[in-house]
């Protein structure tokens, strides 16, 4: 699986075995820095707010599919099961036998057990930091429930990334300049990776 850090907000997920078989662009999409580009390459847009329309998105020449409401898509060979929490989603996506998680924010200050139950095994916690909706605290409570193998965050401040690392012991994450590809067999068995995505 590989993944690329398209900006701030947004990260892409697409299948390494089959070259560019589908694109997926997950992220936050709600202020004008955020918004998409017309030219944008992706199939599959998934938008951590619930039932609000990217910003730009109409204006996609190739007309990407939109995951923006609870509910189970299959693009390309992506499977993904989405559902409410708060005013957003927590979104499973399952490509490369592989499953990422992405959530943007938490109501609570951590999932509930039928959530986790829901969620299942995890090998990649794509997880955005900042504000209340999740704070440094909140992500690392996520970490302890779900027990993913690598957790990539973004969409944070020096700072809170900082209280991040720091909450988890983690003194040097591994860091990648803009991209790298994942195969599940380089996944350790035992801990958690904190992949940094610059």
């Known amino acids: 699986m590989y993944f690329s850090k398209e900006d701030k907000t947004q990260i892409e997920i697409r299948d390494s075995r089959t070259r560019f ?6 992220g936050v999409f709600l202020s004008k ?20 329309e990217p910003e730009g ?20 060979g992506l499977l993904i099961h989405s559902f409410s929490e708060n005013n957003g989603l927590i979104h499973v996506l399952q490509l490369d036998q592989q499953k990422v998680v992405y959530i943007n924010e938490l109501e609570n200050d951590e999932l509930k057990s039928k959530q986790v139950e829901r969620i299942g095994e995890v090998d990649v916690l794509i997880v955005a930091l900042g504000g209340d909706n999740m704070t440094p605290q ?3 409570n996520l970490i302890s429930s779900l027990e993913p193998k690598m ?7 020096k700072k809170e990334l900082k209280s991040f690392l720091k909450s988890l ?3 040097e994450p591994q860091k990648e300049e803009s991209n790298f590809t994942l195969k599940k067999k380089n996944l350790k068995k035992e801990g ?7």
């Open 151 to 157: 957790v990539i965050p973004f969409n944070y401040k």
């Open 138 to 140: 909140k992500a690392n």
């Open 57 to 76: 998105y109409k204006k996609v020449k190739k007309e990407p599919f939109l995951v923006n409401s609870p509910g189970e898509y299959e693009i390309g």
């Open 169 to 171: 012991g983690v003194e």
């Open 21 to 26: 078989s589908v694109r997926a662009l997950v």
């Open 33 to 52: 820095e955020d918004k998409l580009k017309p030219s944008a390459p992706y199939d599959v847009i998934i938008s951590s707010q619930r039932d609000k």
């Open 192 to 198: 958690v990776t904190v992949k940094i995505i610059e």
